[in-house]
């Protein structure tokens, strides 16, 4: 089963892109502003906040992607995606992969 | 249909960071003359000094009182005797059973309030609320929070800060956030072999190509090296995580506890409702209350009376002679997580 959560990305109301929330082994707040989802095969994806959304100790933007994450996990297989609204700002200034 | 499981782990949070400028590895002491520590570090927070001995763990402490701004003192914690942590090594403070949510120095005086111009008691990562504690580290007077007024003033129960005084505002809870931990595809989870302080695990997933993280716990009670009390919980919540129904995609993480043994032995005597060895000392040792264990079983019963050094009264009759035993008393030592990541700190 394929899941993704659709993130508008650079402004509010602008394009959304998918980031694959299936296969998730660890969430990780990097920054003040960036937030990993490190995937099974090894591979991580980075958001980043346009501001500061609390630390990697306190890490708020993470913990509301975490939420948004189990909220898409637990609905049923037709919901393939599910849109995200990024903590505070409503969008992230960038997604990229490593 | 395959459905991703996560499990939902408190993390300890970092409250600090530095390396040490003094000796205090004959003292039990950690010296940093850059600090602050009576503004950041709370009794009951634990130390990890990531330098010494850092091929076998490192070493772990627990923070028993804070003499200065420069200077704590510490217990050991782990299975190896620590001495205390030597000059030139780095360290980490994580949060143990209290956290601070905002220190300073007040800038007026107002009675019954708590005044400080640069506060962010409401806009702050760490917002205060109604039943916090402040402590006046001035005068060594502490109040609780009644309400919060704003950003710069707190209503307290009594009037004890005055202009110019230093505080902190504290709560009785692990300052700890939430991290979603892969419960799916595991290959694999094990002690670390060299870790003589035994405070990680490994989490090998099955792709060929796939990650391998560590989880780090301060290892608070444990007083063996080959422990396993952390990779068995691990174990436990995974196959938990994995039972649930499709809709509940995480398992929340409870932190294990260390089993507290007050006595243990071989019974030499039977009767009813009873658990009998010569030469014990259960007086001294064992309360009502306390959980006797069957070894050979696992089987349990609750002790209702010490009735000698050598006789206890159970609510079950579950012991003949010859039989090993355990007595436990209330858990007291819980294994905290502080780090879960693709390499350890």
Redesign the interface.
Known sequence: ?E?FLSVPEVAAGGNEQLVS????????QASATQVDI?????KTVRLTWPNNR??A????A??DL?DA??DA??KG?TNTSVYYKPLTDGYVSGIGIS | ????K?L?VPVS???KSGATSGDGSSTLKLIDAGQTFTQEVLVGDYVYDTTTNSGTGGEFYKVSAIDSDTQLSLTSVGPATNPGVPSGATYYVFSGTSHILAAGTTTSTSANNLVMSSGTFVSG??PVKIGDTVTNQTDATTATVTAVTNDTTLALSADIMANSELFIVTRETT?E??????A??IALTENVSTDAQNASITIR???A???E?TLQYIPDGIFAIGDETVRNAFQDYVIRANEQEW????YPWAKPHVLNVTDNGTTDSAAAFALIESGQNFTSTVSVGNTAVKLSTSETATVTAVVSDTQLTLDRSIFVSGEAYQILGPNKNFLPVFN???SAI
Do not use: C, F, H, R
């Not at chain 2, 809709?247 to 995480?250: R, T, V």
């Open positions: 089963m899941k929330i299936s296969d998730i082994k660890l969430v990780t490190l995937y099974g095969q090894g609390g630390t100790e306190i890490p708020l993470g913990e975490q994450i189990l996990l637990s297989w | 249909m395959e459905m991703d996560l939902s949070s970092m409250v990562l760490t300052l956030y939430t991290q979603l931990l892969g799916s595809d997933y099955g792709n190509s796939g990650v993280l809709s509940q995609p995480s879960i990541a693709t």
